[in-house]
């Protein structure tokens, strides 16, 4: 027997009915995000690296450890997408939408790739849910994207939550929180990781969404960038507050909320859930605004806010059985011999076109297997066409919920179908 070949550790298949949850939640995020003004894009599913080493920032975790990167067979160095908005931004300059329309509104759907390690709701290939502003500096925006995202859960009937909102400060209010992060850790260099001391020099802000155990520590206590922001930034994150409360959508405020990604500037957001359904995860998503990111890229000097949330993740929330939103079959036909099949498939197609979810078996199998696998599948009808049927031209049809049947004459069985299927 030749080996089995697995899929590739971390990256999972998506498989009925799990992935009509998938679709539900892309759906109604669709909906949602076109009813604010958003247009979807797609970027490639590969970047050159210097995109993401730059944009994200070579001190992070995804740039250090986390990145599928590889040469091409040009020997370019390729990454595979670990998130969105460098993307998006890439292509916002490649573009040059700015000239087109002074604001963008984009989002959208797809799988990224980071090296992680595995837990409950971590994956080395997982699905965002994106969106980005470009060309808007109020912080009513910030609020508007905000009040969006708990629209949206709220939608999916994900309402175990909380909105966690900081502002990690503009590119001004950097130097102060940086000297004071720098004099806190200072002393406990020691127990800081090797990464961690490195980056103690060179971005100390990441020490404090360091993963290992040690630097979370060593974080307890840590200043907050809350405590070093500037005029503008406190202006912008009382509008953020204030719009909010007018709105009527309920956050907290969470003095260490860093984000994981260095081009954030100013407020910055994460939805978590609550009650334990994601294990030692609990965000669903985060974003925030990042004013430089644009210009960092090339393009023009453009303020922006953008956001992403794991598709998986809510999936994991999502309440109801699992095939709640799997598209019901709601009629087999029960076939015996090529005669009967190929009649079925003549009524069926029809209604098929129509919409109707119709199962036809095409393994010549028993009447009774054939029977026993349409409730299974919990088909409402079964029309039944065995060789007494096709000799008298008659159907039978069973309602499966109350085991009623009825004979139907052929030619009014496309008629009564039609009816009972409500196509
Ligand atoms: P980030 O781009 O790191 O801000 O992540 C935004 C959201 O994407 C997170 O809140 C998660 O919901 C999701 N996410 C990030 N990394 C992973 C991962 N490795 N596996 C599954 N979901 C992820």
Redesign the pocket.
């Known amino acids: 027997m030749p080996e089995k070949i697995q899929a590739v550790k971390g990256m999972n298949d998506g498989l009925p009915p799990e992935t009509s949850r998938y679709a539900h939640i892309e759906a109604r995020a669709r909906r949602i995000l076109e009813a604010f003004g958003y247009r979807e894009i797609r970027t490639p599913i590969a970047e050159y690296t210097p995109l993401f080493s730059r944009g994200i920032g070579e001190g992070t975790d995804i740039v250090e450890k986390e990145m599928y990167t590889f040469s091409d067979r040009d020997g370019r160095q390729l990454t595979l997408r670990p998130?969105g908005t460098a993307p998006a931004v890439r292509a916002y300059v490649e573009h040059s939408i700015a000239h087109a329309d002074p604001v963008t509104r984009w989002y959208y759907l797809g799988p990224m790739f980071?090296h992680?390690r595995m837990q409950r709701?971590?994956?080395r290939q997982?699905h965002?849910i994106g969106a980005e502003v470009l060309g808007a500096a109020e912080a009513t925006l910030d609020a508007e994207m905000i009040a969006m995202i708990d629209a949206l859960l709220r939608d999916l009937e994900i309402t175990d939550f909380t909105m966690a909102i900081s502002s990690v400060g503009s590119a001004e209010d950097r130097p102060a929180f940086r000297a004071a992060l720098v004099a806190f850790f200072e002393p406990k260099k020691d127990q800081l990781c090797p990464d961690c001391q490195r980056r103690l020099v060179q971005n100390p802000l990441r020490i404090l969404d360091c993963k290992v155990e040690g630097c979370r520590a060593a974080s307890v206590g840590a200043p907050s960038p809350l405590d070093h922001l500037g005029e503008k930034s406190r202006a912008a994150l009382a509008t953020v507050r204030s719009t909010l409360d007018r709105l009527g959508v309920p956050y907290e405020i969470d003095q260490r909320l860093v984000?994981?990604?260095d081009y954030y500037t100013g407020v910055v957001f994460e939805p978590r859930a609550r009650g334990g359904s994601l294990g030692a995860q609990t965000?669903?998503?985060?974003g925030g605004r990042y004013d430089g990111l644009v210009e960092s890229l090339g393009g023009p000097a453009t303020p922006a806010a953008g956001f992403?949330?794991?598709l998986?993740?809510l999936a994991l929330c999502l309440p109801g059985e699992p095939n709640r939103f799997a598209t019901p079959i709601v009629a087999a036909f029960v076939t015996d011999g090529e005669d009967a099949r190929r009649l079925a498939l003549e009524l069926s197609h029809p209604l098929r076109l129509a919409g109707a979810s119709i199962e036809v078996d095409h393994r010549g199998a028993s009447l009774k297997s054939q029977l026993k696998r349409a409730d299974k599948l919990g088909a409402h009808w079964v029309v039944l066409l065995g060789t007494p049927e096709m000799t008298e031209r008659r159907a039978k049809l069973k309602d499966m919920r109350t085991s009623e049947q009825t004979e139907i004459p052929f030619d009014e069985l496309g008629k009564t179908l039609r009816e009972k299927l409500g196509r």
């Open positions: 998130e980071r992680e709701g971590r994956y997982f965002q984000r994981g990604l965000a669903l998503g985060g992403a949330m794991g998986e993740r």
